[in-house]
């Protein structure tokens, strides 16, 4: 990341240069394809772009939910292809896809809120065949939510990557904490219905 971060301060002297503005949204856009990538750490370099670089907000912003929007719909493409496969843990895959098909839209809507699940989401839709005008409408909608908040949190705390991102890390530990305990409960419960069940 520091690598990248140098390569791009290198264009910072020619302000929203179009090649810096295509990384900022291909790298939205790869976070989708290969999840590992730090895609968001990529949006809080934008806002550091915009608050001390006086970058257009309006470009970096376009650029980066247009990357996000994009990724997110070749994920989804990608879930359509495996319709006709047998997959792996195929009964996991079915209970997803029924889930998918009853909360579909709620889970697209917060997908950018869940870091390391984005994409899995609309593979999913893909598998659960929505229709790809409200995966695309729904994922536009949370991606637009989630990167304002990352460059509104940039303008907040000013050109301080290294703070912007120790909360940008610890929010995403809070929410795995957060779902680890969801998931916890949810195997008590079936583990005590089970029980209860063979009494």
């Known amino acids: 990341m520091d690598a990248f971060s140098d390569w791009l301060i290198g264009f910072i002297s020619q302000q929203n240069n179009p090649i810096g503005l295509v990384v900022l949204g291909v790298s939205a856009l790869v976070e989708y394809v290969f999840p590992p990538f730090p895609g968001d750490t990529i949006t809080l370099f934008g806002a550091i772009l915009i608050t001390a670089y006086d970058w257009s907000f309006a470009s970096v912003y376009l650029c980066v939910l247009g990357g996000s929007v994009i990724g997110a719909m070749l994920a989804f493409y990608f879930g359509r292809s495996l319709q006709k496969r047998r997959l792996p843990k195929q009964e996991l895959v079915d209970k997803l896809v029924a889930r998918f098909e009853r909360h579909g ?22 598998l659960a065949k929505m229709p790809a005008k409200s995966v695309l409408i729904y994922g536009t909608v949370s991606a637009a939510l989630w990167n304002l908040g990352i460059i509104a949190l940039g303008t907040l705390v000013g050109a301080n990557f290294d703070r912007l991102k120790l909360w940008l890390t610890t929010y995403a530990i809070g929410v795995w904490i957060a779902i680890g305990i969801v998931a916890v409960v949810v195997a008590g419960r079936w583990w005590w219905k089970r029980r209860r069940g063979a009494a």
């Open 105 to 126: 839209a709620a889970f697209l809507i917060v997908n950018r809120f869940l870091p390391g699940f984005r994409a899995v989401f609309f593979v999913a839709a893909g």
